[in-house]
Structures are given as C-alpha cells and as structure tokens.
C-alpha cells in the first residue's frame, strides 16, 4: 500500500490552491461555532459533563482532517452515538459520575481498536448487511428515545433513570406539578427561535445565538436561584493526556456497547460520506481507510478525553454547502474548539441546560424518517415491516436489543431472499430470437415438448433445494409430452458442492422422466466447475449451447422437423390456446 493510501491528506494538499482557502476558512469556522453548542449538548445525552463534549471535537478532528478519505465529512460527537453510550454505560454506573466517565473513555478506545482492526481485515463491508429500512427504524426510535430523554431538563425536575421509555413519560406524567415553568420556556423558545432563524437563513449559527440569549438570560434574571438548572463550572484550557483504565473485567462489561456503538458509527460515517463523494466525484472515498480514520481518531482521542466521535450529518451538509474543499476545514473547526477551550469556558457557567435540550431537541427532529417510511409503504411492503418491527422492538426493548433485533431481521431478509431467488419461465417472443419471461410477456410463445427455465441467483448450498423443488413442479406440470428441459445458465455465476450434488439429482430425476437436460448460457467458471467434477460428460458435451435459439435449433433438427413443424408461430400459438382451455 502507497504512503498516500495511508496518509489521504497528501493526496489534496500539494494541489491545494489559494482559492479553496476562503470556503474551507467560512465552512470550517461556521462549523466550530455549530459544534460547541452541539458538541456540550451530545455530552450531556451522553452522561457526560459537557466539557467532554467539546473535547470530543478537538483531537479527533484534527486526526480525520489527516486520514479521512471524505474532504467534507466533519465528524465529533453525535446524536445516535451519545445516546447508545448512555444506554449500554448507565448500566454498569451512575451518569456523570468518576466510574461512568472512565468506561465511556474506555468503551471510545475500544470502539476506535475495533474499527482499526476492521479496516485492516478488509471487512468494511460488514457493514453493508445492515439494510436501509433497518437502520432507518432505529434511527426513528432512537429519536423518540432521546427526545423523552430530554423531558427532565424540559420539564426542569429530576426524572430517574428507567429501563423503558414509557416509564420516563409516566413519571414526568404523575409528577408534572414540578414543571418549572422558566425551564419550560427557555427550551421552548430555543426551539422556537432556532426554526425561525433557519427559515430566514440555514447559515446563521442558530444554535451558538440561542446559547448567547440562554446565557445572558439566566445571569441578567437569576434565573438559576429560580429552579433554571445550569451547566456549572466548566474546565479551562486543553485536554490533558491520561491513560485509559484498561482491565479485562471492564473490557468485559462495556462490549455490547463497543459492538453497539461500532456497528452504528459506521453505517452513519461511511453513509455520509458515499453522499458528499456522489456530490463532487473528484475523489474517491475508501470504506477501509474511513474505518482506519473513524477508529484512529477515536484511540487517539481517548488519550485526550473526548466522547467517543462519528461522522456527523448535519455538520458534514454545513460544511459541504458552506464550500469546504479540503481536511483545511476541520483543521479551522479544530482550532476554534480549542480557543474556546483556552479562553471562553468560564462563559459557559450559566448555560442553561434546557437550551442544550432545544439544541438536542431540534436536532433529533431530522432523524425520525416519517417520508422513508411512507415511501416504504408505497414501493416495498416487506422493507416497511422490517422498518416497523425495528422501530417497534427499539421502543419496547431499548438501543441495543433493537440494534441486535435490526442486525438478525437484515441478516435474515438476506438469507430468505438468497434461499428463494427469482425464477423463470421463458418464451419465445414472436417472429423474434428473443425469450422472455412468459409472466411478464403474455404474448411470448411456448411449446409443450420444451420447458425453458431461468435461476436467478448462484447456485449453492441456500438455494440448491428450492431449485431442484421448482424444477420438479414445472416437470410435472407439464406433463408426459415434455421432451426437453432447457436451463438458461447465463444468470448463474457460482456453483458450490452443494449445487453439483443438486445439479446430479436434477439430471437422475429428468432422466427417470425421459426429459432430456440442455446447458445454455454457462459462464466459464461454472463450465470448469463441471468439468473438474466430471459432470460435462453425464450431461453431454451435445447438449450444451451458446444461446436458447441454438438449443431449439438443435432439438429441431434432431427430431427432423420442417418449418411446418411445432416451431411454427401457427403451431406454437395452438399450442398456447390449447394449454388455455
């Protein structure tokens, strides 16, 4: 592997042009001012004191700016990863306490290992069977999840922690009389007056204002000795190096989540930057190197405190639009966070965290896929299920079941469809050489001594009895007049021993039926297949053809018959009506 495949960053640099700098300089510093609201919001999901949040955006990005094969993606701390931290940590400790931040430290380590080791097996494309509709079920339950995580900073009053959403919902029902109104207020019209200011201009830095007016708010009114709960104490300056508490009773506990979290970050990660790659095509994105990137970024940045970081959706389509062009944009974003750490953190005392909340809030909002599921519904029933029953099984068992119920239903879709492949039927179209799909040709012609027959898939081992089942259903609804079963090979790419065997049965069967076997259309490594196994010779080295029209033309000239015969369109074409009546 070349130094640059390693290092992308010197694939853009040296080309690097004056010109880029000002949308980097505009994108990357537009992108700071999101992630310090976002990023203290995350880690207050997440369990964590807000400061690790900002932390999660210093290190890491630098290291991805470095690595990163996507010239637009901005990564940090996000949504989905802060919440499944909090579902899977909380259990083993109290949020916010010295244990809690610990294992989270630990559990973004081992999450930046996992994908390391990933990227150098080469097996990023795990992550490809984890379908579409399921992740975007459990994207749209996570967003319910984390919004009724949020109603104790909405509502102003402590909520415990409990193992189901809905208990949280009949806790703040029952106790609603403790709502603190101001609370209710200011996260309200957070909310209110960032839509408003995204109407006016998705530029603004909406949520970075709303922090300004939430701070200025609580310290002019006192609205802290009012009930307002605020962030607190903030520490200043850099992260300091320290050495993750690594011990293999904790490594034990925290990899449900690690494997949780992994499997998330990635989909999301990679997702985001296969769009920006589609969007620009001057540079390719490596699902490898992402993993390298993404994983690296997060064992560096556990050294150096941060919440465990992923590809963000909303930042990246920021940065993207605001005319990013290079790694030059996080590395602005990364300096910016660190200035604020340096100089600006004792501003954050009276942040009120019921703005955080709004900033939270609003954010979730783009992750419940209501037009995706409609969307389902109208083109593909089946991905709509496997949509509904994750959403379903997210809210009623929590994050990590649901991910687990997502990962069993895409491998099991997969699995049954592989098992069940589309088959065919093929006919001649009229005055024509081609054949097609008498299902969806009604007009292609068939004879009663020939069944053409297409596989849709591979043949082995997941499939190798329904294919042998079909054929024998086909057999014996055609009856004693068959004479020759012709199986247009060209759709079948691989063959395993399960397949020969299959293939062997198939031949005894059609044989004991008086039913002659023609080969059309066999690639050449199913060819050498056969021949290794010695099949070429049981099936006859006559009986295997280039096309389906060679196939018939042999079969007619064997049976010694005209043009008159039953490959007439006239005979043909009675032969269809007969089969009608």
């Excluded at 984390?146 to 900073?153: G, M, N, V």
């Amino acid at each position: 592997m070349k130094f640059r495949d390693f290092f992308p960053v010197f694939e853009w640099l040296p080309s690097y042009k004056k010109s880029d700098f000002r949308g980097d300089l505009i994108a990357g510093l537009t992108v700071g001012v999101m992630l310090v609201p976002q990023g203290m919001a995350y880690a207050l999901l997440a369990g964590m004191p807000p400061i690790y949040g900002l932390y999660g955006g210093l290190v890491p990005l630098f290291l991805y700016a470095i690595l990163g094969t996507s010239r637009q993606m901005s990564i940090g701390p996000v949504a989905i990863s802060a919440l499944l931290v909090l579902a899977g940590i909380s259990q083993l400790a109290d949020p916010f306490s010295e244990e809690y931040i610990s294992l989270v430290i630990l559990t973004g380590l081992l999450i930046g290992i996992t994908q390391v080791v990933l990227s150098f097996l080469k097996l990023g494309f795990l992550v490809n069977f984890l379908s579409h509709p399921v992740v975007a079920g459990f994207t749209s339950a996570a967003a319910v999840i984390i919004a009724i995580s949020q109603l104790k900073y909405l509502l102003g009053f402590e909520i415990p922690r409990f193992e189901h959403f809905y208990e949280t919902v009949l806790y703040a029902f029952e106790n609603i009389r403790s709502t603190n109104f101001p609370s209710v207020i200011m996260c309200l019209g957070g909310i209110i007056v960032m839509l408003v200011l995204r109407k006016i201009n998705r530029n603004i830095p909406e949520a970075l204002l709303v922090v300004i007016a939430g701070i200025l708010l609580v310290n002019f009114f006192n609205l802290n000795d009012k009930g307002v709960d605020i962030v607190g104490e903030v520490p200043k300056g850099l992260p300091s190096f320290i050495f993750p508490e690594i011990n293999f009773a904790n490594i034990q506990k925290v990899m449900p989540t690690v494997l949780t979290v992994t499997i998330i970050g990635i989909v999301e990660s990679i997702g985001i930057a296969k769009v920006l790659e589609a969007k620009h095509r001057s540079y390719r994105v490596r699902a490898n190197q992402e993993l390298f990137a993404l994983g690296f970024s997060k064992i560096v940045g556990a050294f150096f405190q941060s919440l465990p970081t992923s590809g963000s959706f909303t930042r990246s389509a920021v940065n993207n639009d605001l005319g990013a062009r290079s790694g030059i944009a996080s590395f602005i974003t990364a300096s910016l966070i660190g200035l604020v750490l340096v100089f600006l953190t004792k501003l954050f005392f009276y942040l009120p965290t019921a703005i955080l909340a709004a900033i939270i809030l609003l954010a979730v909002k783009s992750l419940f896929d209501f037009h995706e599921a409609v969307h389902l519904w109208h083109t593909h029933r089946k991905d709509f299920a496997m949509m509904l029953i994750t959403f379903i099984m997210t809210l009623a068992l929590g994050i990590e079941m649901g991910v687990l119920v997502g990962v069993i239903l895409s491998l099991g879709m997969i699995i049954y469809s592989s098992s069940k492949p589309h088959v065919a039927v093929l006919g001649r179209l009229p005055n024509s050489r081609h054949f097609r799909n008498i299902s969806r040709f009604p007009n292609a012609i068939q004879s009663d001594e020939v069944l053409i027959f297409r596989f849709d898939s591979s043949l082995y081992f997941g499939n190798a009895s329904y294919f042998k089942d079909i054929i024998r259903e086909l057999v014996i609804e055609k009856g004693t007049q068959l004479k020759v079963l012709i199986i247009e090979a060209s759709t079948i790419n691989e063959m395993d021993s399960t397949g020969l065997h299959i293939l062997e049965d198939v031949i005894a069967y059609l044989q004991d039926n008086k039913v002659e076997l023609y080969l059309s259309g066999v690639k050449g490594p199913v060819r050498d297949l056969l021949t290794k196994a010695e099949m070429m010779g049981e099936i006859g080295p006559q009986n295997q053809f280039m096309t389906i029209h060679d196939a018939l033309e042999f079969y007619k000239n064997k049976t010694h018959r005209g043009d008159s015969d039953i490959w007439s369109e006239d005979a043909l074409q009675t032969n269809v009506d007969n089969r009608k009546k």
